[in-house]
């Protein structure tokens, strides 16, 4: 059974850092697709940062400039830099896998790991 566990979250100042980490187990496989996604309390989960298995990017614009994502393809783990954090970062992050064998496609999700962003 694969788990994507994430680590990292907590309570930061307004300009500060955070550094998010996720390790997966059960899969015998390497994940095509790994990233991050956000809800904050009355909003839409939206997708922070991926990166696919030849360490291609993709970020949201609120992330760009800010934010890092990487990976460690052969450990299927997924990391996020969060630089410069600003109030309207505060929401719950969930790191995503996507494993596509055969045609056949399944999206994995973590449990979550809280940001706050506060004085």
């Known amino acids: 059974q694969v788990q994507l566990v994430e680590s990292g979250g907590g309570l930061v100042q307004p300009g500060g850092s955070l550094r998010l980490s996720c390790v997966s187990s059960g899969s015998r496989h390497r994940f095509n697709t790994m990233g991050w996604y956000r809800q904050a309390p009355g909003k839409e989960r939206e997708l922070v940062a991926d990166?696919?298995?030849?360490?291609?990017?993709n970020y949201a614009d609120s992330a760009k400039g800010r934010f890092t994502i990487s990976r460690d393809v052969i450990k299927n783990t997924v990391y996020l830099q969060m630089n410069s954090l600003k109030p309207e970062d505060t929401a719950v992050y969930f790191c995503h896998a996507v494993l596509s064998i055969a045609g056949n496609t399944a999206n994995y999700w973590g449990q979550g790991t809280q940001v706050t962003v506060s004085t």
């Open positions: 990166i696919n298995s030849s360490r291609i990017t």
